[in-house]
C-alpha cells in the first residue's frame, strides 16, 4: 500500500464512521479499486480497518474529553464507597456511565461469537454491503417518519441503552453503518437526533477500542514491516478527519434530519449493485 493510497483511505475511514453513511463499505468500495484487498486473507483487511479505527477512537476521546473524565468520575464517586447513591438521585454523568455499560455488553458478546464470520470474505462482498446500505436506509427512513424527538441524555433509560446496544450489534453487517444503526434505534425510541448522535459516540468507544486493540494484537503475526508506516499514515489521518467528522454531525442534525444520509445511501447501494450486475 503506498502512501497516496493510505491517506485516502484514513480520510474515508474518518470522514464515514461517525456519518451514517458506513465506513466498512467506502473502505471496502475503495479497497476493491485500488486492489488492497487480498480476498485469500480477508482478515488481514479486516485487521486493517479495525486498526485505524483507532484513529477514529482517538478523534472521539478527544471531541468528548470532559464527558470522558467526568462521566467515569462522577460514576465512581456515586457508586463506590459510603457515599454511594441510589441510581434515581444519581447525576447524568454517572447515570450515562452506567448507560455506556449496559450498550456495550451486547457488541462485546455478540462480536466476539461472531468473530469469525467477521474476519471472513462476507464482510467484504459487495452486493451485501450494496443491499445492507439501501435497507438500512429504508429502516432510517422509517424512524424519521416516526420518530417523537422527544427524549434528551436526561430522559434515557437502561431500555433505551440496551436497545441502541443491539442495534450496535447490526453494524456487525457490513454496509450498515454503526453511528447509522444506533442514531437510527435512537431516533425510534423518541430521541431528538442530536441525543442520538451524541449516545451512539460515546458508544462507539469501548467497541472500536476492544475491536481495534484485538485486531491490533492479531495483526502483529502478519502485517510486515513494511506496512507499518502506511498504517499510521491512515491512522493519523482517520484521527484528524474523524474529529471534523462528529463536530459536523452533530452540529448538522441539530436543524437538520438524516434524510441526505439515506438517499445517499440508497444511491450508493443501487450504484454498486449496477456495478456488480453490469459486468
Known amino acids: 500500500m503506498n502512501l497516496l493510497v493510505a491517506i485516502v483511505l484514513g480520510l474515508i475511514q474518518g470522514l464515514t464512521e461517525f456519518i451514517p453513511i458506513s ?3 467506502h473502505l471496502t468500495i475503495f ?13 488481514q483487511w479486516t485487521a486493517f480497518i479495525a486498526i ?5 477512537l482517538f478523534s472521539v476521546l478527544w471531541y468528548f474529553r470532559r464527558e470522558i473524565y467526568e462521566i467515569p468520575t462522577a460514576f465512581l464517586r456515586e457508586n463506590l464507597g459510603k457515599n454511594r447513591l441510589a441510581f434515581s438521585r444519581q447525576s447524568l454523568n454517572s447515570r450515562l456511565g452506567w448507560f455506556v455499560i449496559i450498550g456495550s455488553l451486547p457488541i462485546m458478546t455478540i462480536g466476539l461469537a461472531l468473530k469469525k464470520i467477521i474476519e471472513g470474505d462476507f464482510t467484504k462482498s459487495l452486493t451485501v454491503i450494496a443491499i445492507s446500505l439501501i435497507v438500512l436506509a429504508l429502516i432510517l427512513l422509517l424512524a424519521e417518519k416516526i420518530a417523537k424527538l422527544r427524549k434528551s441524555e436526561k430522559d434515557l433509560t ?3 441503552a440496551l436497545v441502541v446496544g443491539l442495534a450496535q450489534c447490526v453494524a456487525l453487517i457490513p454496509g450498515s453503518s454503526r453511528s447509522g444503526t444506533t442514531i437510527t434505534a435512537g431516533l425510534f425510541l423518541g430521541m431528538n437526533r442530536s441525543t442520538a448522535a451524541r449516545f451512539s459516540f460515546l458508544l462507539s468507544i469501548p467497541a472500536i477500542f476492544a475491536s ?3 485486531q491490533f494484537y492479531q495483526a502483529l503475526s502478519f502485517v ?16 484528524i478527519s474523524g474529529y471534523f467528522a462528529i463536530d459536523f ?3 448538522y442534525l441539530k436543524k437538520h434530519s438524516t434524510y441526505i444520509f439515506i438517499f445517499y445511501r440508497i444511491i450508493i447501494g443501487i450504484a454498486i449493485l449496477i456495478f456488480i450486475y453490469a459486468k
Do not use: R, Y
Open 212 to 214: 481495534g486493540v484485538l
Open 31 to 43: 479497497g476493491e479499486l485500488f486492489g488492497t484487498i487480498d480476498h485469500s486473507h480477508p482478515e
Open 52 to 56: 485505524i479505527q483507532l484513529g477514529t
Open 249 to 251: 454531525l452533530i452540529k
Open 23 to 25: 465506513s466498512t463499505a
Open 158 to 160: 437502561f431500555w433505551d
Open 224 to 239: 510486515s514491516a513494511g506496512e507499518w508506516f502506511s498504517i499510521l499514515v491512515a491512522t493519523l489521518v482517520s484521527a
